[in-house]
């Protein structure tokens, strides 16, 4: 059974950056997104990638700012958020999709079929 594990998260004044970590555990292969859910919202696309790595999506509220990337050896995918805005403010969940096609990126919750846990980011202004 595959396991998500975020973490990196973290309390930091605007402006500032906070670089997340997602690990899976078992197996490999997974197309990966980064989603995040503020208090009384409705969970968001944040930023995905391609199984292969080649292709990336971004929210328009978080591009330029955010980059994520993945290293397969390792079976982790990182979000790099700079200049963080405090309406960044959110708990951020990383989410897979075993055997995706090598190339498409996901941007909807409704495609991916595991979660981790959530990892806290507030950003104070």
């Keep these: 059974q595959v396991q998500l594990v ?3 998260g973290g309390l930091v004044q605007a402006g500032g950056s906070l670089r997340l970590s997602c690990a899976a555990s078992g197996r490999t292969s997974y197309a990966m ?3 995040r859910q503020a208090p ?3 969970r968001e696309f944040v930023a995905a990638i391609a199984r292969s790595g080649l292709s990336t999506s971004y929210a328009d509220s ?3 700012r955010f980059t994520m990337s993945r290293d397969n050896a390792k079976n ?3 979000l790099q958020m ?5 309406e960044d403010t959110a708990v951020y969940h990383c989410a ?5 096609p090598a190339l498409v990126v996901l941007t ?3 495609d991916y079929d595991r979660w981790g846990q959530g990892t806290q980011v507030t950003v104070s202004s």
């Design 82 to 86: 700079n200049s963080l805005k405090p």
């Design 33 to 35: 997104g980064w989603f």
């Design 76 to 78: 982790t995918v990182y």
């Design 40 to 42: 009384g919202k409705e």
């Design 6 to 8: 975020e973490s990196g």
């Design 62 to 64: 978080v591009k330029g």
């Design 108 to 110: 909807s919750p409704r």
């Design 96 to 100: 897979a999709r075993f055997l995706a």
